[in-house]
């Protein structure tokens, strides 16, 4: 089974940058990933997603602000946050869907605050 695990967040001030890490314990050239977050008391959101071929796919909120890329050699997905906006506080997860499961990263919080 594939774990992953995330690394990167903590707290930043509006406009500043922040990369978000996550990666998996075994080959996922394979398939697709992507990012979500979840802010208190909010349902959990798609933030932004990558195929297997390097396709990417982002919620309008974050478009031209986030980035996000894969490097398959490393087993590693990224999420480059620029511009952060207090409304992008959450914990943020990165998951990838396999066949029959969908495996999610432990969460990291990131908070936008001055």
């Known amino acids: 089974q594939v774990q992953l695990v995330q690394s990167g967040g903590g707290l930043v001030q509006p406009g500043g940058s922040l990369r978000l890490s996550c990666a998996a314990s075994?080959?996922?050239?394979?398939?697709?990933m992507g990012w979500y977050r979840q802010a208190p008391g909010q349902p959990r959101e798609l933030v932004a997603r990558i195929s297997k071929l390097g396709t990417t796919d982002y919620a309008d909120s974050v478009k031209g602000r986030f980035t996000i890329s894969r490097v398959n050699a490393k087993n590693t997905l990224y999420l480059q946050m620029s511009s952060l906006k207090p409304e992008d506080t959450a914990v943020y997860y990165c998951?990838?869907?396999?066949?029959?499961?969908?495996?999610w990263g432990q969460g990291t919080l990131v908070t936008v605050s001055s």
């Open positions: 998951n990838i869907p396999l066949p029959g499961v969908t495996i």
């Open positions: 075994k080959t996922i050239f394979a398939y697709a």
